[in-house]
């Protein structure tokens, strides 16, 4: 395969490291589950996998099962969750590949105990009861009901209950959070009573898992934590005033690409579609092979700045499809084929991917989850 221009290191003493720091948090009796789906928040589905099995991940959560296809080709024996829909249709498939889900209907839980006729096995599942999110769920009343339809079914296990905060990263007033919390053990425990006293419960995500050891309950969903980032700064704020600031997590992400082209520009002349940026004195331009296709945000337009020979560089005119230009008159020496840093370290300065949300708008989330699948991710 060509070498592409634009490429992701992904740190596999980061990824191992966070994960040992949460496992410190939780202990060693409840199951630690970082989440890989969205091609591990960007980061490399089996690559992140893989580093996460080897530091001795209980299980890992996917979004599909397409996500659980690749895993299983790659030779992760790894127990699976998917957190996200499976359909009755797929309830074969689900079952080939042996993993644990979600399940919220009674049409899906025949579908798996269907699938499972005669093998003498049962699927796992984890029942998502609904607590104020409003997404994927169901209510406690409903909940029973699938409970004791699922008692007559030798296919499948209700092993589990499940549900997901609302706004626990969003904010440093908890009082929604602890309200869906108190909601779910209540739901757990009457669940429980339904004959099924060995009933698990999940619930925490980063935020809850290292702000709230009473989240912890039998499994933890670690998400965007797992590599390296803060859910979110009102999540570090909540950390600091609950004296749990000394989580340290360690990105692991770094995005470059290099420079094809340096030029000079004129004073007075334009940079880019749109004419967005018109120089006031001769500048010294980069230009680089990468653009939103591989998810480097329009956004960035006149806006971010990258790293060149450890020096900033401001973005200037619009990002392209494919490219995007970087004002490279203050860093001397500058060439086609230096490495420019997109997010990252780079001599003493960074370009944290929480920096790089900022100046599109957004989240850390989705900066890293949309760099493109076909920008390689190679492991340092």
């Given amino acids: 395969m060509a070498r592409r221009l634009t490429w992701c290191e992904i740190s596999l003493g980061a990824l191992q490291a966070n994960l040992a720091e949460f496992r410190r948090l939780v202990g060693p009796a409840c199951l630690l589950a970082p989440t890989v789906k969205a091609n591990a928040y960007g980061h490399g589905l089996v690559l992140a996998s893989k580093a996460f099995a080897e530091a001795e991940a209980d299980v890992l959560c ?9 895993l299983r080709e790659a030779g992760l024996a790894l127990p699976l969750h998917v957190v996200g829909r499976v359909t009755p249709e797929q309830a074969t498939e689900a079952f080939g590949l042996g993993v644990s889900l979600v399940a919220y209907d009674r049409d899906l839980l025949d579908a798996l105990d269907a699938a499972a006729a005669g093998s003498g096995r049962r699927i796992g599942v984890h029942l998502k009861l609904e607590t104020g999110t409003n997404r994927q769920g169901v209510g406690l009343d409903e909940a029973r009901l699938l409970v004791r339809h699922a008692s007559g079914l030798r296919g499948v296990a209700v092993t589990a209950v499940t549900t997901h905060f609302a706004d626990v990263e969003d904010t440093t007033d908890h009082a929604y959070a602890r309200l869906q919390l108190a909601s779910f053990k209540a739901g757990l425990a009457a669940l429980r ?15 809850a898992t290292i702000l709230w050891p009473e989240a912890h309950l039998d499994m933890v969903r670690v998400g965007i934590s797992a590599y390296g980032m803060w859910p979110s700064p009102e999540t570090f704020v909540s950390a600091t005033l609950t004296h749990r600031d000394r989580v340290i997590l360690r990105p692991a992400l770094s995005w470059k690409t290099v420079v094809a082209q340096v030029k000079t520009v004129r004073a007075g002349e334009y940079i880019g579609y749109g004419r967005t940026h018109r120089t006031t004195h001769d500048t010294r331009i980069a230009v680089l092979p990468v653009g939103y296709y591989d998810g480097y945000d329009r956004g960035m337009s006149n806006a971010a700045y990258v790293l060149v020979r450890g020096m900033r560089a401001q973005v200037r005119g619009r990002v392209c499809m494919n490219m995007a230009m970087i004002d490279v008159s203050d860093v001397p020496g500058v060439q086609a084929g230096d490495e ?12 944290t991917a929480e920096q790089v949300a900022a100046w599109a708008g957004t989240i850390n989330y989705e900066i890293t989850t949309r760099i493109a699948e076909s920008v390689p991710r190679i492991a340092v």
């Fill in 62 to 70: 996917i979004n599909d099962l397409w996500e659980a296809s690749i």
């Fill in 340 to 351: 420019v840093i997109l997010i990252g370290r780079g001599g003493d300065d960074a370009v």
């Fill in 193 to 207: 009573a339904e004959g099924l006293p060995e009933l698990k419960g999940d619930i925490a995500n980063s935020a």
